[in-house]
């Protein structure tokens, strides 16, 4: 069946360092990937879309490519700050209806 | 545009009763999507509607858990009867059709005593 699978647990970064939170997908359908950000007490919002492969795809400084051949479309930014402490979701949206969310991955950025 | 209402924002709820949460979409979306969210399961998904038909309807949360779409523009979600492991945010969302983004709410924090 379709699934996700990220970066799980937490990530802890010192200000300034580079980040890649990995997601993978498996599905059968045509994909469409998400990011979604949702920092502490606010609900989830879009950081990220993508179906098309091989794309670049960025907003406010992240930035990730879908890359059909090996299922993933990791994040990544050169140079996090504070305010990316967040927790963030991988999703997949395939041709079928069904809306699937990785685990989520703690993001936490040290001064 | 408004974005995704919930309401109540929290409640709390004593083990066996009913609660009633309420969600306002986006205004024009077609899918709206029911998710519980706590810190070891993620998001879950508890129902999902297309065009006021319901797709999805979460499975294991079939027994106690109905949500229903009165109108386009409103949807409720029942528990009944309530139980300590309710216990977390309840997430409305809403998009306009597959493939595009999802717009969420500010959830509902249930707490069951």
């Known amino acids: 069946g379709d699934s996700v699978t990220q970066t799980e647990g937490l990530v802890t970064l010192t200000k300034g360092l580079p980040v890649m939170l990995n997601c993978t997908y498996q599905?059968?359908?045509?994909?469409?990937l998400f990011w979604y950000v949702q920092h502490l007490n606010e609900a989830p919002k879009l950081l990220l879309k993508?179906?098309?492969?091989?794309k670049r795809t960025e907003h406010q400084g992240f930035y990730a490519t879908l890359h059909k051949s090996s299922s993933s479309f990791h994040l990544q930014k050169s140079s996090v700050q504070l305010s990316d402490s967040a927790l963030y979701f991988c999703?997949?949206?395939?041709?079928?209806?069904?809306?699937?969310f990785g685990k989520g991955t703690h993001l936490h950025v040290l001064p | 545009d408004a974005g995704v209402t919930q309401t109540p924002r929290h409640e709390v709820a004593e083990k066996g009763q009913t609660i009633i949460l309420k969600c306002e979409p986006v205004?024009?979306?077609?899918?709206l999507f029911w998710y519980r969210q706590t810190k070891i399961q993620g998001l879950e998904l508890l129902s999902y509607?297309?065009?006021?038909?319901?797709?999805?309807d979460g499975g294991a949360f079939k027994d106690r858990f109905k949500a229903e779409m009165l109108n386009s523009s409103f949807s409720t979600l029942k528990i009944q009867p309530t139980e300590p492991k309710d216990s977390a945010v309840y997430l409305c969302?809403?998009?306009?059709?597959?493939?595009?983004?999802?717009?969420f709410g500010p959830g509902t924090r249930l707490t069951v005593l």
């Open positions: 969302a809403s998009s306009l059709y597959r493939g595009e983004e999802q717009y």
């Open positions: 599905t059968t359908y045509s994909p469409f």
């Open positions: 993508s179906s098309t492969d091989n």
């Open positions: 999703a997949l949206n395939t041709n079928a209806y069904k809306v699937i």
């Open positions: 205004s024009g979306h077609n899918d």
């Open positions: 509607f297309r065009s006021k038909s319901l797709m999805e």
